[in-house]
């Protein structure tokens, strides 16, 4: 089964700092790999995917993720952090059996001043 | 805004209350999903819908009833629910089933069970 690992729970970064979250996906076969960001009581937003085209993918508001198959790895960065950016993010994967999405736990971003 | 929208967005319960919740979407969409967020849990799918017919039901407890009369909105009926089933309910759409395509989600419902 298809499945994805964030690893870090909590991610704190000063304002202007490079934004690195990690997420690391299980996978039989090729997958397809979602960012979501999820801001204080609202729903997730979709911010990029990855559906086996060009390996880095480029997202709404910055952000951009490396498909990396050798690492199994899809970690979303953004090279100079806001304060708007504080939000919960979410690493999904597309289940080949059926039809969810597969998210990890997420992943909570601080951004200090 | 998504083009999904829940109601309503806090719901309080008893346990032996009956309630639904509501979910629109206006994306021309032809799937829709109910997904549980509880804290500290991953999110986990309960259902899905495509083209108004229940295609995926994920073990979920029959106090739990969706309900899809046209592709644009999407019930889940509640009732005798256990303070367990307090959660975050979320709402989503597709354009179709196929691995490509991807969720939007609406803003929630706040669930709380006493």
């Known amino acids: 089964a298809q499945s994805v690992t964030q690893l870090g729970s909590h991610v704190s970064v000063s304002e202007g700092a490079l934004v690195l979250l990690r997420c690391n996906y299980s996978?039989?076969?090729?997958?397809?790999l979602f960012w979501y960001v999820q801001y204080p009581n609202q729903g997730l937003q979709l911010l990029l995917k990855?559906?086996?085209?060009?390996?880095l993918v480029k997202g709404i508001n910055g952000f951009e993720a490396e498909f990396k198959k050798s690492e199994t790895s899809f970690h979303l960065t953004k090279p100079s952090a806001h304060m708007s950016d504080a939000a919960e993010y979410f690493c999904?994967?597309?289940?080949?059996?059926?039809?969810?999405?597969?998210f990890g736990k997420g992943t909570s971003l601080l951004v200090t001043p | 805004e998504t083009g999904v929208t829940q109601t309503p967005r806090h719901l309080v319960m008893g346990m032996t209350n009956k309630k639904s919740l509501k979910c629109e979407q206006h994306?021309?969409?032809?799937?829709m999903y109910w997904y549980k967020q509880s804290a500290k849990k991953p999110l986990e799918l309960m259902f899905v819908?495509?083209?108004?017919?229940?295609?995926e039901n994920n073990s979920v407890p029959s106090r739990f009833s969706p309900e899809c009369p046209n592709s644009s909105h999407l019930f889940l009926h509640l009732h005798t629910l256990q303070p367990e089933d307090s959660a975050l309910y979320l709402c989503?759409?597709?354009?179709?089933?196929?691995?490509?395509?991807?969720?939007?989600f609406g803003p929630g419902t706040r669930l709380t069970v006493t």
């Open positions: 989503a759409s597709s354009q179709g089933t196929g691995l490509g395509y991807e969720q939007y």
């Open positions: 996978s039989s076969v090729p997958p397809y």
């Open positions: 990855y559906t086996s085209a060009a390996t």
């Open positions: 999904a994967v597309r289940s080949n059996s059926g039809y969810a999405l597969n």
């Open positions: 994306l021309g969409h032809n799937a």
């Open positions: 819908y495509s083209l108004e017919e229940r295609v």
